[in-house]
């Protein structure tokens, strides 16, 4: 009977090492995951995650009776559902090729293994938060989006205002959150009171792609652009806009499963029917993944052309 050669037969150092290198690389293409809820489903439970959203409690403006007890009044609220699903990839390579290859003990392999993980539930995450808000700067429209409508101060100023007028929490240091595509940030980095990241990292808990903050807003670069056409009257054909997302607290959620978090697999040179004479050995990630947009008014999407 064939036996497997498990994650188990590998030394502890190695194994160990293996985790590191594929953990840096998918935690840097990680980034819109930063700032959600972040929770891990218990097992058993089943595939759903519930969350409840409450509607805020309506004002009160008028004075209590004496010997009067306060208004009675409901609380609304609705459930917001998710369900995970699994993802994952493999890579198979030849044992003549490890033993040849100048990538000695896989590491490069294992991240670019990780790094698939990272883009992979970058992109799962971006495609959630592209359920946001629309927000097109200088009051335009998909209908009326001009090339010159690009990412700038006064439009980060709307989207602050927007925000604040949704009543969406900011997060503890009083910021929200914005994840900007590689265009958008040329656009950033020419503005005259922008504050690069390093000036404060020593009084600031700093996240994965921070770059710095401008206007109540600290800013993340996300690698993986997403665009979507606009129709300008005024040009001749269709304008790319460029997606950039701005959020507060509780927005959107993120979780994975108890006993299935997206992980590193190795399998050295596998022994198996498939490969009897384990000359294959398999690198893999796998998982169980769901992000969900819990308040589409605290979370805007913001179409931007590029500069």
Same mark, same amino acid.
């Given at each position: 009977?064939? !036996?497997?050669?498990?994650?188990?037969?590998?030394?502890?150092?190695?194994? !160990?090492?293996?985790?590191?290198?594929?953990?840096?690389?998918?935690? =840097?293409?990680?980034?819109?995951?930063? &700032?959600?809820?972040?929770?891990?489903?218990?097992?058993?439970?089943?595939?759903?995650?519930?969350?409840?959203?409450?509607?805020?409690?309506?004002?009160?403006?008028?004075?209590?009776?004496?010997?009067?007890?306060?208004?009675?009044?409901?609380?609304?609220?609705? !459930?917001?559902?998710?369900?995970?699903?699994?993802?994952?990839?493999?890579?198979?390579?030849?044992?003549?090729?490890?033993?040849?290859?100048?990538?000695?003990?896989?590491?490069?392999?294992?991240?670019?293994?990780?790094?698939?993980? &990272?883009?992979?539930?970058? @992109?799962?995450?971006?495609?959630? $938060?592209?359920?946001? !808000? #629309?927000?097109? *700067?200088?009051?335009?429209?998909?209908?009326?989006?001009?090339?010159?409508?690009?990412?700038?101060?006064?439009?980060?100023?709307?989207?602050?205002?927007?925000?604040?007028?949704?009543?969406? *929490?900011?997060?503890?240091?009083?910021? =929200?959150?914005?994840?900007?595509?590689?265009?958008?940030? %040329?656009?950033?980095?020419?503005?005259?009171?922008?504050?690069?990241?390093?000036? =404060?990292?020593?009084?600031? #808990?700093? %996240?994965?792609?921070?770059?710095?903050?401008?206007?109540?807003?600290?800013?993340? $670069?996300? @690698?993986?652009?997403?665009?979507?056409? +606009?129709?300008?009257?005024?040009?001749?054909?269709?304008?790319?806009?460029?997606?950039?997302?701005?959020?507060?607290?509780?927005?959107? +959620?993120?979780?994975?499963?108890?006993?299935?978090?997206?992980?590193?697999?190795?399998? *050295?040179?596998?022994?198996?029917?498939?490969?009897?004479?384990?000359?294959?050995?398999?690198?893999?990630?796998?998982?169980? %993944?769901?992000?969900?947009?819990?308040?589409?008014?605290?979370?805007? $999407?913001?179409?931007?052309?590029?500069?």
């Amino acid at each position: 009977m064939a !036996t497997d050669n498990l994650t188990s037969t590998l030394s502890q150092e190695v194994m !160990t090492y293996y985790e590191k290198v594929f953990l840096s690389r998918s935690k =840097y293409d990680l980034v819109l995951k930063e &700032g959600a809820q972040v929770r891990t489903h218990p097992t058993n439970s089943g595939r759903s995650v519930n969350f409840t959203k409450y509607v805020p409690l309506t004002i009160v403006s008028a004075a209590i009776a004496e010997s009067c007890n306060p208004t009675v009044c409901q609380i609304t609220a609705c !459930t917001v559902t998710m369900s995970l699903s699994e993802y994952g990839l493999t890579v198979n390579t030849s044992k003549l090729l490890s033993l040849v290859s100048i990538d000695k003990n896989m590491a490069e392999k294992v991240s670019l293994v990780g790094q698939n993980m &990272g883009e992979t539930l970058n @992109r799962l995450t971006g495609n959630e $938060l592209q359920n946001g !808000t #629309e927000y097109w *700067p200088n009051s335009h429209t998909m209908s009326t989006v001009a090339a010159g409508d690009v990412l700038s101060a006064s439009a980060i100023r709307e989207i602050t205002r927007t925000l604040e007028t949704n009543l969406t *929490p900011t997060y503890k240091d009083g910021m =929200y959150l914005g994840k900007v595509s590689i265009l958008g940030k %040329y656009s950033l980095l020419g503005d005259s009171v922008w504050v690069n990241a390093h000036t =404060y990292q020593d009084t600031k #808990e700093l %996240y994965a792609g921070e770059m710095g903050e401008l206007y109540q807003v600290r800013w993340l $670069l996300n @690698r993986d652009t997403a665009s979507g056409l +606009g129709y300008s009257l005024n040009a001749a054909s269709a304008v790319v806009s460029y997606y950039t997302y701005v959020h507060g607290q509780d927005a959107f +959620g993120c979780y994975d499963l108890e006993g299935d978090q997206p992980k590193l697999y190795i399998l *050295p040179n596998l022994v198996d029917s498939g490969s009897p004479a384990g000359r294959i050995t398999k690198i893999s990630w796998a998982g169980s %993944y769901a992000s969900k947009l819990l308040n589409s008014d605290w979370s805007l $999407l913001c179409k931007f052309t590029a500069a």
